[in-house]
């Protein structure tokens, strides 16, 4: 906004949608001494804020709907983990809304982009990659030492000595190269892991990456994998990526690794070739349908391992979203491009 603007000077209703702590709201506050900052979720208690979601904690209390009809007929920003879609019908003046997540899909799917087209949408790509980084590597390691037969001998209380492998000299092929991917490559290197990528638009590699390779060519990478990473977006052209023949051109020894959506992958054909012995493992954090059902095959299979869709949690969540987001509301003051900014076309 120019200084001739008369709305330079004006309030931005800011409204968050997930519990943030003094500390947190103070760093929003700061941007600008224009920013009117409102809670859908406010203190009930002394309990300290939670990291990362939506939904109300012990100590934290949301608002009634006739409590929240007034803050968002007045919001134009939304800072916000995830929210009904019926909210932009309600909130007329809404011009940006910050999502806490990396991913939009759910939004999309939602009819977000339907509903209000002159509503900008940024995520939060970047602040997961330490978590995830550190998660996916937790299961390269988990599946390289052997670990889940560990666990098993344990539970049982048996001496059983085995063989493990080791990572170096494996590997990775990563599909997708966003911020998560990129430091997952990084800490694979450093463990003297080869590391191939699949993207959109290949170029020449630098390391840690040894080559780039585009759309066509993810049989070759499948094949040359003892590890594949699934971290790209769920997208039209995403979903079902990894089906029956891509399983098929992966090596009977490798592992899948599943942080992305689990949209991307054929979850019966998934099962079918672990059951059969053509797939060395996985490592799934998401799922088709979450919660996984209890009656899925996945859970009793001794070469999986299931985490409930928490890759990305971290006891730091919300103050890198908070300090992201902060970022972004001082360049929209500006009227500077904003970071992750959402092409609906494109689905990310």
Do not use: C
């Amino acid at each position: 906004m120019t200084n001739g603007d008369p709305r330079a000077a004006a309030p931005i209703p800011v409204l968050v949608n997930f519990p943030l702590d003094a500390a947190e709201q103070a760093v929003i506050q700061a941007v600008s001494p224009r920013v009117q900052l409102d809670l859908t979720m406010v203190p009930d208690g002394d309990q300290p804020a939670p990291g990362g979601g939506s939904s109300p904690a012990p100590g934290w209390r949301r608002l009634s709907e006739a409590e929240l009809a007034p803050l968002l007929a007045r919001a134009e920003v939304l800072f916000t983990f995830r929210f009904a879609v019926e909210w932009l019908r309600a909130a007329p003046a809404l011009r940006w809304v910050q999502l806490t997540s990396a991913g939009v899909d759910h939004m999309i799917a939602a009819g977000l982009f339907d509903v209000r087209s002159d509503v900008q949408v940024t995520t939060a790509s970047g602040i997961h990659a330490i978590p995830m980084g550190e998660h996916v590597i937790g299961a390269i390691l988990a599946f390289s030492r052997g670990f889940l037969t560990a666990q098993r001998a344990q539970a049982a209380a048996r001496w059983d000595r085995y063989q493990p492998g080791e990572a170096a000299g494996k590997t990775l092929g990563i599909i997708g190269y966003g911020p998560i991917a990129q430091r997952v490559a990084l800490l694979a290197a450093a463990l003297g892991m080869r590391v191939l990528v699949l993207r959109q638009h290949p170029g020449p590699a630098t390391p840690p990456v040894e080559r780039f390779y585009g759309p066509a060519d993810l049989p070759t990478l499948l094949g040359a994998s003892d590890f594949v990473l699934l971290a790209a977006p769920a997208t039209p052209a995403t979903q079902g990526l990894i089906g029956a023949a891509a399983l098929a051109a992966m090596r009977p020894t490798a592992v899948l690794i599943n942080i992305a959506r689990g949209g991307l992958v054929d979850e019966p054909a998934l099962i079918a070739a672990l059951q059969a012995g053509r797939l060395g493992g996985a490592a799934l954090d998401v799922f088709a349908h979450e919660p996984l059902p209890a009656d899925s095959p996945l859970w009793a299979m001794p070469n999986v391992l299931i985490t409930p869709h928490l890759a990305g949690a971290n006891p730091h969540y919300n103050a890198r979203a908070t300090a992201l987001f902060a970022d972004n509301l001082g360049r929209y003051l500006a009227g500077a491009p904003l970071h992750n900014l959402v092409d609906p076309a494109r689905g990310y």
